[in-house]
């Protein structure tokens, strides 16, 4: 999957479409999931053009792999569920059915998840 600059996430960091942001620096934006499936949804996006995390570890520096990671950590502390627990979720192509060529991690929580894939999938 080629990363296409027309993505829903790619005109969120640029401003052009509106949303509901939690945290923000020069490499991270925090957006609050306009369709939530938990009472805690939130999508960790890195500003820089990445499909997928396939993309971003092979393409990004440690560093900014580091600080990502950390802020996700953040973020999940300051929503006050870092004691009660949370499930990061990131697709990778076809088979993960990733819909948005822009490499994101969703946070839920705020509620039992249940297992992670269900009985009856295997």
């Given at each position: 999957m080629?990363?296409?600059?027309?993505?829903?996430f790619?005109?969120?960091i640029?401003?052009?479409?509106?949303?509901n942001?939690?945290?923000e620096d020069e490499h991270?934006?925090?957006i609050r999931?306009?369709y939530?499936v938990?009472?805690?949804?939130?999508?960790v996006l890195p500003?820089?053009?990445y499909?997928?995390?396939?993309?971003?570890v092979?393409g990004?520096?440690?560093?900014?792999?580091?600080?990502?990671?950390k802020?996700i950590r953040?973020?999940?502390h300051?929503?006050?569920?870092?004691?009660?627990?949370?499930r990061?979720?990131?697709?990778h192509?076809?088979?993960?059915?990733?819909?948005v060529?822009h490499?994101h991690?969703?946070?839920l929580?705020?509620?039992n998840?249940g297992?992670?894939i269900p009985?009856?999938?295997?």
């Open positions: 080629a990363y296409n600059s027309d993505n829903i790619a005109k969120i640029n401003g052009l479409l509106p949303s942001k939690l945290y991270v934006l925090v999931d306009k939530p938990a009472p805690v949804h939130v999508l500003k820089a053009q499909v997928s995390f396939d993309d971003f092979a990004e520096t440690p560093e900014t792999i580091a600080h990502f990671f802020i953040k973020v999940a300051d929503l006050n569920i870092g004691t009660s627990g949370y990061l979720i990131t697709n192509g076809r088979d993960a059915v990733q819909t060529p490499f991690v969703h946070i929580a705020g509620k998840l297992n992670l009985e009856s999938a295997n």
